[in-house]
Protein backbone atom coordinates (compact mmCIF):
# COMPACT_ATOMS: atom_id res chain seq x y z
CA UNK A 1 0.00 0.00 0.00
CA UNK A 2 2.76 2.50 0.64
CA UNK A 3 4.60 1.77 -2.25
CA UNK A 4 1.89 3.20 -4.73
CA UNK A 5 1.34 6.45 -2.29
CA UNK A 6 5.23 6.85 -2.57
CA UNK A 7 5.47 6.52 -6.50
CA UNK A 8 2.29 8.83 -6.59
CA UNK A 9 4.04 11.31 -4.33
CA UNK A 10 7.57 11.11 -6.26
CA UNK A 11 5.78 11.50 -9.57
CA UNK A 12 3.88 14.86 -8.12
CA UNK A 13 6.98 15.48 -6.89
CA UNK A 14 8.55 15.36 -10.65
CA UNK A 15 5.99 17.46 -12.09
CA UNK A 16 5.81 20.38 -9.52
CA UNK A 17 9.66 20.40 -10.18
CA UNK A 18 9.15 20.33 -13.96
CA UNK A 19 6.54 23.09 -14.16
CA UNK A 20 8.46 25.13 -12.17
CA UNK A 21 11.42 24.78 -14.37
CA UNK A 22 9.34 25.78 -17.18
CA UNK A 23 7.90 28.66 -15.63
CA UNK A 24 11.60 30.14 -14.73
CA UNK A 25 12.66 29.72 -18.23
CA UNK A 26 9.60 31.18 -19.95
CA UNK A 27 9.84 34.06 -17.45
CA UNK A 28 13.82 34.10 -18.39
CA UNK A 29 13.20 33.70 -21.69
CA UNK A 30 14.76 36.36 -24.43
CA UNK A 31 11.96 38.39 -26.02
CA UNK A 32 11.64 38.40 -29.88
CA UNK A 33 9.56 40.79 -31.27
CA UNK A 34 8.08 40.00 -34.78
CA UNK A 35 9.63 42.75 -37.00
CA UNK A 36 6.37 43.17 -39.26
CA UNK A 37 3.12 43.38 -36.92
CA UNK A 38 2.17 42.36 -33.24
CA UNK A 39 -1.16 40.50 -33.04
CA UNK A 40 -2.27 42.14 -29.65
CA UNK A 41 -4.68 41.29 -26.88
CA UNK A 42 -6.25 43.65 -24.84
CA UNK A 43 -8.00 43.66 -21.41
CA UNK A 44 -10.65 46.47 -21.03
CA UNK A 45 -11.92 46.76 -17.42
CA UNK A 46 -14.98 48.95 -16.10
CA UNK A 47 -14.76 52.52 -15.50
CA UNK A 48 -11.20 54.46 -16.00
CA UNK A 49 -9.03 51.13 -16.84
CA UNK A 50 -10.69 51.22 -20.51
CA UNK A 51 -10.25 55.10 -20.84
CA UNK A 52 -6.68 54.87 -20.23
CA UNK A 53 -5.71 51.72 -22.04
CA UNK A 54 -7.39 53.32 -25.06
CA UNK A 55 -5.65 56.35 -24.58
CA UNK A 56 -2.21 54.53 -24.76
CA UNK A 57 -3.43 52.08 -27.68
CA UNK A 58 -4.00 55.24 -29.57
CA UNK A 59 -0.16 56.32 -29.43
CA UNK A 60 0.50 52.82 -31.52
CA UNK A 61 1.11 52.23 -35.10
CA UNK A 62 -1.55 50.15 -37.05
CA UNK A 63 1.22 47.33 -37.07
CA UNK A 64 -0.16 45.83 -33.31
CA UNK A 65 -3.00 43.90 -35.41
CA UNK A 66 -5.46 42.20 -35.20
CA UNK A 67 -6.14 43.32 -32.09
CA UNK A 68 -8.26 41.40 -29.66
CA UNK A 69 -10.21 43.01 -27.01
CA UNK A 70 -11.42 41.17 -23.90
CA UNK A 71 -13.50 41.93 -21.12
CA UNK A 72 -15.89 41.24 -18.78
CA UNK A 73 -19.53 39.55 -19.85
CA UNK A 74 -21.17 42.43 -18.00
CA UNK A 75 -19.51 45.05 -18.99
CA UNK A 76 -20.97 46.81 -21.68
CA UNK A 77 -19.76 50.43 -21.22
CA UNK A 78 -16.24 48.87 -22.12
CA UNK A 79 -17.50 47.58 -25.43
CA UNK A 80 -19.38 50.74 -26.39
CA UNK A 81 -15.92 52.61 -25.51
CA UNK A 82 -14.05 50.31 -27.96
CA UNK A 83 -16.33 50.24 -30.81
CA UNK A 84 -16.13 54.02 -31.00
CA UNK A 85 -12.88 54.06 -30.18
CA UNK A 86 -11.97 51.78 -33.33
CA UNK A 87 -14.27 53.30 -35.58
CA UNK A 88 -12.56 56.69 -35.41
CA UNK A 89 -9.31 54.70 -35.84
CA UNK A 90 -10.08 53.01 -38.96
CA UNK A 91 -10.96 56.53 -40.17
CA UNK A 92 -6.62 56.69 -40.08
CA UNK A 93 -6.18 53.05 -40.76
CA UNK A 94 -8.64 51.64 -43.06
CA UNK A 95 -9.01 47.97 -42.87
CA UNK A 96 -8.38 47.47 -39.30
CA UNK A 97 -8.58 44.61 -37.72
CA UNK A 98 -10.10 44.02 -34.20
CA UNK A 99 -12.12 41.58 -32.24
CA UNK A 100 -14.33 41.36 -29.15
CA UNK A 101 -14.40 39.28 -26.60
CA UNK A 102 -16.22 38.77 -23.42
CA UNK A 103 -14.98 36.35 -19.84
CA UNK A 104 -16.79 35.88 -16.66
CA UNK A 105 -15.58 38.48 -14.41
CA UNK A 106 -12.74 37.26 -12.19
CA UNK A 107 -13.31 39.96 -9.25
CA UNK A 108 -15.86 42.45 -8.42
CA UNK A 109 -15.35 45.65 -6.25
CA UNK A 110 -15.13 44.60 -2.82
CA UNK A 111 -15.68 40.93 -3.10
CA UNK A 112 -13.64 39.00 -0.86
CA UNK A 113 -10.51 37.03 -1.37
CA UNK A 114 -11.83 33.70 -0.80
CA UNK A 115 -14.47 33.89 -3.01
CA UNK A 116 -12.29 36.21 -6.02
CA UNK A 117 -10.08 32.52 -6.04
CA UNK A 118 -12.68 30.67 -6.83
CA UNK A 119 -14.61 33.26 -9.60
CA UNK A 120 -11.08 34.10 -10.93
CA UNK A 121 -10.75 29.76 -11.89
CA UNK A 122 -13.68 30.08 -13.15
CA UNK A 123 -12.69 33.18 -15.61
CA UNK A 124 -9.87 31.07 -15.68
CA UNK A 125 -11.34 28.45 -17.20
CA UNK A 126 -12.98 30.87 -20.11
CA UNK A 127 -9.52 32.54 -20.62
CA UNK A 128 -7.59 29.45 -21.59
CA UNK A 129 -9.44 28.16 -24.36
CA UNK A 130 -9.41 31.94 -25.58
CA UNK A 131 -6.10 32.57 -25.39
CA UNK A 132 -4.87 29.01 -26.83
CA UNK A 133 -7.16 29.68 -30.06
CA UNK A 134 -6.26 33.78 -30.73
CA UNK A 135 -2.42 32.86 -29.74
CA UNK A 136 -1.43 36.66 -29.58
CA UNK A 137 1.95 38.19 -29.36
CA UNK A 138 1.49 40.41 -26.70
CA UNK A 139 -0.78 41.15 -23.95
CA UNK A 140 -1.55 44.59 -22.60
CA UNK A 141 -3.18 45.48 -19.50
CA UNK A 142 -3.45 47.77 -16.93
CA UNK A 143 -5.22 46.64 -13.91
CA UNK A 144 -8.46 45.39 -14.21
CA UNK A 145 -9.01 41.65 -12.45
CA UNK A 146 -10.12 40.65 -15.71
CA UNK A 147 -6.28 40.60 -17.06
CA UNK A 148 -5.27 38.08 -14.02
CA UNK A 149 -6.79 34.93 -15.54
CA UNK A 150 -5.80 36.23 -18.95
CA UNK A 151 -2.39 36.80 -18.15
CA UNK A 152 -2.36 33.08 -16.27
CA UNK A 153 -3.32 31.84 -19.42
CA UNK A 154 -0.85 33.61 -21.50
CA UNK A 155 1.60 32.32 -19.16
CA UNK A 156 1.02 28.77 -19.40
CA UNK A 157 0.95 28.90 -23.30
CA UNK A 158 4.71 29.23 -22.65
CA UNK A 159 4.92 26.43 -19.86
CA UNK A 160 3.26 24.00 -21.98
CA UNK A 161 5.58 24.96 -24.97
CA UNK A 162 2.68 26.35 -27.28
CA UNK A 163 3.94 29.99 -27.58
CA UNK A 164 6.08 32.66 -25.39
CA UNK A 165 3.35 35.30 -25.18
CA UNK A 166 4.81 39.14 -24.10
CA UNK A 167 3.01 40.00 -20.83
CA UNK A 168 3.33 44.47 -20.49
CA UNK A 169 1.45 45.67 -17.32
CA UNK A 170 0.72 49.22 -17.37
CA UNK A 171 0.19 50.60 -14.03
CA UNK A 172 -3.06 52.78 -13.60
CA UNK A 173 -2.40 56.24 -13.39
CA UNK A 174 -4.05 56.39 -10.43
CA UNK A 175 -2.15 54.17 -8.18
CA UNK A 176 0.58 57.12 -7.12
CA UNK A 177 2.06 54.79 -3.95
CA UNK A 178 0.77 51.31 -3.82
CA UNK A 179 0.10 48.98 -6.50
CA UNK A 180 -3.42 47.53 -7.32
CA UNK A 181 -3.84 43.29 -6.26
CA UNK A 182 -3.49 42.75 -10.21
CA UNK A 183 -0.43 44.38 -10.21
CA UNK A 184 0.67 42.96 -7.02
CA UNK A 185 0.05 39.75 -8.78
CA UNK A 186 1.42 40.44 -12.49
CA UNK A 187 4.40 42.20 -11.14
CA UNK A 188 6.45 38.78 -10.58
CA UNK A 189 5.13 37.42 -13.73
CA UNK A 190 4.83 40.17 -16.77
CA UNK A 191 7.88 40.88 -19.10
CA UNK A 192 7.60 44.74 -18.66
CA UNK A 193 5.82 45.91 -15.35
CA UNK A 194 5.47 50.04 -16.63
CA UNK A 195 4.72 52.72 -13.71
CA UNK A 196 3.50 56.40 -13.90
CA UNK A 197 5.35 57.37 -10.62
CA UNK A 198 8.18 57.23 -9.34
CA UNK A 199 7.20 56.59 -5.46
CA UNK A 200 6.20 53.23 -6.85
CA UNK A 201 9.38 52.82 -9.55
CA UNK A 202 11.36 53.23 -5.67
CA UNK A 203 9.53 50.66 -3.75
CA UNK A 204 9.13 48.37 -6.68
CA UNK A 205 12.74 48.15 -8.54
CA UNK A 206 11.73 45.44 -11.52
CA UNK A 207 9.38 48.18 -12.54
CA UNK A 208 10.36 50.68 -15.31
CA UNK A 209 8.96 54.39 -14.64
CA UNK A 210 8.29 56.05 -18.06
CA UNK A 211 6.73 59.38 -16.77
CA UNK A 212 2.74 60.13 -17.25
CA UNK A 213 1.59 58.27 -20.31
CA UNK A 214 -2.10 58.31 -20.24
Known sequence: MACPLILAALGGGCLAVFLALRLWV???RRVVVPRESL???????????TTE????LASLSNEYTPRHYVFADTD???AHKIRSFELERAERYPGTM???HRIPRSREVRQSWLSSVLTTVYSLLY???LTVRLQPDLVLCNGPGTCVPICLSALLLGILGVKKVILVYVESL???ETLSLSGKILYYLSDYFIVQWLTLKEKYPKSVYLGRIV
Open 53 to 56: ILRL
Open 39 to 49: SLLVVAGSGGH
Open 174 to 176: CRV
Open 26 to 28: VLH
Open 76 to 78: EIS
Open 98 to 100: YTT
Open 127 to 129: SLP
